[in-house]
């Protein structure tokens, strides 16, 4: 029977869960919080809880030998390193290793490009400290890897949106949009498209491949919230200039807005055969607002 390890099994772990169970895989999940654990268990999950920020609390992962490891946890918040990926592949050292790992990275990891195109050959030079620790958590998966058999596919992931991961907060608060002219191309993908991407490449992924995951329909930061505003009935957010920006906004969400790429998806569609459900904002807002309340 196939299996699938899913670390991180949250937002979009549950998801691939979903989708796994019913593609007959055999699923199990690390989750960090013991009420996540318990509504996975309910859900008929194999549950395992564990912070990835704890060496020492980090059992022998035998869930994962042999079968498909997908890694979903975002890096830690400082740093240029990704101590929880290198803590959990010292957790794997297992007789039977996984026989592929599937590590959710993100677009970040790409050089800036003011507003070019990026494929998957492009450079990695991330100018944001979180895009390194992607990076380093890449290298850190390749290494596991190739000393222990295990093929490795990169997902380098673009900004993800759905029911429930609207920028809300963002809106309701009123929080500067960078202006529309100064906002360069970003790029999304539909949470339930991620998770049917992240399952094809579980079942047709190779050792070395890496995929763009994105709709492929980018536009600039301040349009999407600005149209999520609209699908939301909410008033729309001011907007400031880049060096007004740069002082109203975290250093994080500055780096958000003021990067700009367009991500070339092309190879995740031909070579996992992915047909998405939400190839722009016109379906998936709209969507992700009903799916929102009705929930």
Do not use: W
Not at 178 to 190: A, F, T, W
Not at 244 to 261: D, G, H, I, K, T
Request: charged share 20%; with cysteine.
């Amino acid at each position: 029977m196939k299996s699938i390890f899913i670390a991180g099994c949250g937002y979009i772990g549950r998801r691939v869960a979903r989708l796994a169970g019913a593609s007959g895989f055999k699923t199990a999940c690390l989750v960090r919080s013991t009420e996540r654990g318990g509504e996975l268990e309910q859900l008929g999950f194999r549950t395992i809880v564990a912070s990835l920020d704890d060496p020492a609390g980090i059992p022998m992962l035998e869930a994962a030998a042999g079968g498909v490891l997908l890694y979903c946890v975002p890096p830690p918040g400082g740093g240029l390193f990704d101590t929880r990926a290198r803590n959990l592949c010292a957790g794997l050292a297992l007789p039977a290793p996984p026989a592929k790992i599937v590590y959710l990275s993100a677009t970040s990891v790409y050089s800036e490009t003011n507003g070019g195109v990026v494929t998957e050959a492009s450079p990695t030079a991330p100018a944001s400290a979180m895009g390194k620790r992607r990076l380093d958590a890449e290298a850190v998966f390749r290494e596991f890897g190739a000393a222990h058999g295990a093929a490795v596919v990169i997902l380098r992931i673009s900004g993800i949106y759905g029911p429930g991961r609207l920028p809300l907060m963002q809106i309701s608060q009123g929080q500067p949009l960078l202006r529309e002219e100064e906002s360069g191309s970003s790029n999304r993908i539909h949470a339930d498209d991620l998770a049917q991407v992240c399952l094809a490449a579980a079942e047709k992924g190779l050792d070395g491949d890496i995929f763009n995951v994105s709709d492929g329909h980018p536009g600039s930061m301040t349009s999407y919230f600005n149209a999520a505003a609209d699908a939301l009935g909410m008033p729309r957010q001011p907007q400031v200039t880049l060096e007004e920006a740069r002082r109203a906004m975290s250093p994080l969400m500055f780096s958000y807005v003021s990067e700009s790429r367009v991500v070339d998806n092309t190879r995740m569609l031909e070579r996992l055969g992915i047909r998405l459900r939400c190839p722009t904002l016109a379906e998936g807002l709209p969507a992700s607002v009903q799916a929102s309340l009705r929930s």
